[in-house]
């Protein structure tokens, strides 16, 4: 009894055997036309955009990019970069301002930590837009302001050292980048 029933699973198994390699090159198959059409997405939206390296290194750096397929998806997820660098920079600016104790500085450093506060809500509405198909262009702009506002700070005061210049341009980069990805000419 043992033995018909492992050679009748035996016998199923074989059966099934070429269903399973088909179903697996068609999972394959489509898992490369995927990354080519991505590939191809990536290569639209960089090349449209006028931060173009800064395009292609945050996309290649990040492993959701070889599932979008859509502006939508490369949306998303710049938005969400963005957040997540937002969030670290926020932290840091905090505690920069927290623990200066030149006066001057810490003045500087105060105003700039309340456009970072300000520039929590822009995010949000950025990922609002987002879903409910709003004007990212006009929302991206929004939030550059405050990082922008933090910026002239320290052109109006150039004897200050900027700890957030680094953070500050690429925050400035993924806003930017966020604009052009909407405003490239594609089908969403």
């Not at 800064?54 to 990040?62: A, G, L, Q, S």
């Not at 200050?160 to 993924?174: E, G, S």
């Amino acid at each position: 009894m043992g033995r018909s029933i492992s050679c009748s699973l035996s016998s199923s198994l074989f059966f099934l055997l070429p269903y399973i390699f088909l179903f697996s090159v068609n999972l394959f198959g489509t898992n490369l036309r995927a990354n080519h059409d991505t590939n191809e997405l990536i290569q639209k939206v960089c090349d449209f955009s006028n931060v173009q390296e800064f395009c292609y290194k945050i996309f290649e750096n990040d492993p959701r990019t070889q599932w979008a397929t859509t502006k939508f998806n490369l949306e998303d997820i710049t938005i969400q970069l963005a957040y997540s660098n937002y969030t670290k920079i926020a932290r840091k600016v905090l505690t920069i301002t927290s623990y200066e104790t030149n006066s001057e500085f810490r003045r500087i450093y105060r105003s700039c930590l309340h456009h970072y506060i300000l520039l929590r809500s822009d995010l949000e509405n950025l990922v609002h837009a987002l879903r409910f198909q709003g004007d990212l262009d006009q929302a991206a702009q929004n939030a550059s302001s405050h990082i922008l506002a933090c910026m002239n700070y320290f052109t109006q005061y150039s004897n200050i050292p900027n700890p957030f210049a680094h953070d500050n341009t690429n925050l400035v980069y993924f806003f930017e980048l966020i604009r052009n990805i909407y405003l490239t000419p594609l089908q969403s």
